[in-house]
């Protein structure tokens, strides 16, 4: 087993890839809504919720000291007369709610509200708004209204037809006055259409789940780094000097290699709780594209890789590592075993401390609130089995490879890849900043050498001070060589211009790069007229896009040559942006949609660039004071009032006067479900 670990190495360590997701603003609940025309001048109404899992509506009925109930409310009330109280097409769910101390009722999954309503023969609308709370096991949001406006049919025909709203937030052309614009419903009227054949609203394409996916590439990183760390010279020695100590115990040794694991994995969890308390995801989110901050990254990786070169070695006061060996040997039971796996950690640091150092700031800034957590479980889990199996099969322990020089070689390879994630965070800081240091042809040429580089470390051709003398090369090393140097190899157009879909998640993006034969070679022919534009000097469109970078000003430009808009929320530190743009829009059918169909506007909500004092002020967002001082926090106070999110990438298709065309959209890879998700908002434009 441990053979095969061992020849895949270099696989599993490029799988080591770093995902970037963002909190989103929780709306558990939908609605469609519909008015029907029953008879002459009466109405139904009809309120049509979809729930999301483990997610509460409330009812009508429900008493002081609950939560708020679901009430309707239709305004002006001149020549309104609702007929009775409003019926469910199911019954709730009744029972005692810990939260409250009380009976309650709600419903989950789906539920339709329907309500009669009377008009008088000169009511020309039906205006008015549903109101409701939302909790789940853990927590309750504070309560929201959906809206509804409806033109009243003829009166005086009595027909089956309906009038149909579908839920969804505009956005008003002009923001000048308060630089954020106010959200209102899109009305959509839908005529000669039965009760039974309401159509649904407009979808976007395929949403996925970004908090489970994300969780679960953090545990596979953590897991995936633990195994590396297992096979470091600092903690691959003491797993049959630990395992022979258990045995030779004799008493409760396989209970005892139980707890030893036990406690590897509560020690590391426990630090990343530790990460979790003292910063947060919200801090490290805010931090995540600092230029400061990533620049201090860039060089604690470079440190730690140069350590894994051997320049010198990280370690804790030796104080420490003394102090809780000797509690290990004082103490008995439980807090013994405990000591001793506290001193594995600290004896370990030179080599773990890089690997968990970095993995805490891929998973803290990775927006999810249980990320450090996740990550340090799956990387004391990789670090404990090891342990726990062979005191289960001590027999094995004799098939172990023996320590020696190939320890050292995969500290030397870690420390190569170091220095190659550390111009990650190089890269960030230089877009947020627009220093401009770092272009695309300069980050690929670095790591095409340090690739090149690595491939001839492992065929022996370079050597450090430290490593042992290498008589011959082993089929692994030969392997692991030529993946490296074909990595290099297959870098190498991208020099040219060509999009290298693999390292599209690492790379600065497209527009970066000064010489680009591939961008020429696709770019389309576009009847849009380019002008000199707002914030042009900052921000550069990828494929020579003619694309917009103010709200204000891409819509003035829509409406004069009468085209629909794409928003595009965006973000210099934005992962899955990057991974769209190189994989989706550089798709020839994708470019000439967004070249000659749509108007782009490319909104970066993590924008450093300090705002005039005069567009500079205080703004509230749900029950949150924020200061807007950026243009990246512009565009995402802008995202977040106005669509209930501030994730990225984010597309928002409208008119040119700002109506929403269509549900939003977010990632997703595949070329066909965004062609059909233009082709949607198009033909909504269109009728």
């Not at 470091?232 to 008493?251: A, G, N, W």
């Not at 030397?412 to 170091?418: K, Q, R």
């Not at 220095?419 to 695309?440: E, M, N, Q, V």
């Not at 030969?478 to 693999?502: C, D, E, Q, R, T």
């Amino acid at each position: 087993m441990f053979k095969i670990v061992h020849r895949y190495l270099f696989i599993c360590i490029f799988c080591i890839i770093s995902i970037q997701t963002f909190a989103q603003i929780e709306h558990p609940v939908s609605w469609k809504i519909a008015l029907y025309k029953i008879d002459k001048n009466e109405f139904e109404v009809t309120y049509s919720a979809t729930i999301e899992t483990h997610w509460h509506l409330y009812s009508f009925d429900i008493g002081s000291g609950g939560p708020v109930p679901t009430t309707i409310t239709f305004k002006p009330n001149e020549g309104i007369t609702v007929i009775g109280s409003p019926t469910t097409n199911k019954k709730p769910t009744e029972k005692m709610d810990p939260m409250f101390d009380m009976k309650i009722r709600y419903f989950d999954q789906n539920v339709t509200f329907t309500q009669k309503i009377k008009t008088a023969a000169n009511v020309a609308k039906i205006v008015g708004y549903i109101e409701f709370m939302t909790c789940n096991d853990e927590k309750c949001l504070q309560p929201e209204q959906e809206q509804f406006n409806f033109d009243v049919p003829d009166n005086t025909k009595e027909n089956k037809s309906a009038t149909i709203v579908l839920p969804k937030k505009e956005i008003t052309p002009n923001v000048s006055k308060d630089s954020i614009p106010k959200t209102e419903q899109e009305i959509v009227k839908l005529n000669s259409i039965n009760k039974s054949e309401i159509i649904e609203p407009l979808t976007s394409f395929p949403k996925q789940s970004k908090s489970s996916s994300g969780l679960w590439m953090i545990f596979i990183g953590g897991f995936l780094g633990g195994l590396l760390a297992l096979l470091t010279p600092c903690v691959f020695p003491m797993i049959p000097l630990t395992v022979s100590f258990f045995i030779k115990r004799k008493k409760k040794h396989l209970t005892n290699a139980f707890l030893y694991g036990l406690s590897i994995i509560v020690i590391y969890v426990g630090l990343g709780f530790i990460t979790t308390v003292i910063f947060g995801p919200d801090a490290m989110n805010a931090l995540s594209t600092n230029p400061l901050f990533n620049v201090i990254l860039f060089a604690l990786l470079v440190v730690f890789g140069a350590s894994f070169l051997g320049a010198f070695e990280l370690q804790l006061p030796t104080g420490w590592s003394n102090f809780f060996d000797r509690k290990a040997d004082t103490t008995s039971g439980l807090v013994s075993i405990f000591f001793m796996a506290f001193t594995l950690g600290l004896v370990s640091f030179s080599c773990t401390g890089p690997i968990i150092g970095t993995l805490l700031v891929e998973a803290a800034s990775s927006g999810s609130k249980i990320g450090p957590l996740v990550g340090m479980f799956g990387f004391s889990l990789a670090l404990a089995m090891p342990f726990t199996f062979f005191a289960l099969f001590p027999s094995l322990l004799g098939k172990l490879p023996r320590s020696g020089g190939w320890l050292n070689s995969v500290k030397v390879v870690l420390g190569f890849l170091e220095i190659a994630f550390a111009l990650k965070f190089l890269s960030t800081a230089d877009l947020a900043a627009h220093w401009g240091i770092l272009p695309r042809e300069t980050f690929l040429c670095i790591w095409i050498v340090l690739f090149t580089l690595l491939g001839f470390y492992l065929l022996g051709t370079i050597r450090f001070a430290h490593d042992s003398d290498l008589q011959h090369v082993t089929v692994t090393r030969f392997f692991m060589a030529l993946i490296s140097l074909s990595f290099a190899l297959y870098m190498v157009p991208g020099l040219w211009g060509a999009p290298l879909k693999a390292i599209s998640a690492f790379s600065p993006p497209q527009q970066t790069q000064d010489f680009d034969l591939y961008t020429n070679s696709i770019s389309l022919n576009t009847n849009n007229i380019k002008t000199a534009k707002r914030y042009g000097d900052l921000f550069h469109s990828p494929y020579n896009l003619n694309s917009f970078f103010d709200y204000d000003e891409g819509m003035a430009y829509a409406r004069k040559f009468k085209k629909p808009v794409i928003l595009d929320f965006t973000g210099h530190g934005c992962v899955n942006c990057r991974k769209m743009e190189v994989s989706v829009w550089s798709d020839k059918r994708v470019l000439n949609l967004l070249s000659n169909e749509y108007v782009l506007i490319s909104l970066y909500v993590d924008d450093r660039t300090e705002l005039p004092m005069t567009e500079q002020k205080e703004v509230t967002l749900g029950n949150k004071s924020l200061t807007i001082k950026t243009l990246g926090n512009k565009w995402s106070y802008f995202q977040a009032s106005n669509y209930g999110t501030n994730s990225q990438p984010y597309y928002v298709l409208l008119d040119n006067e700002g109506k929403m065309l269509s549900q939003p959209g977010a990632y997703d890879l595949s070329v066909e479900h965004y062609i059909s998700f233009l082709e949607k908002g198009i033909i909504e434009y269109r009728r």
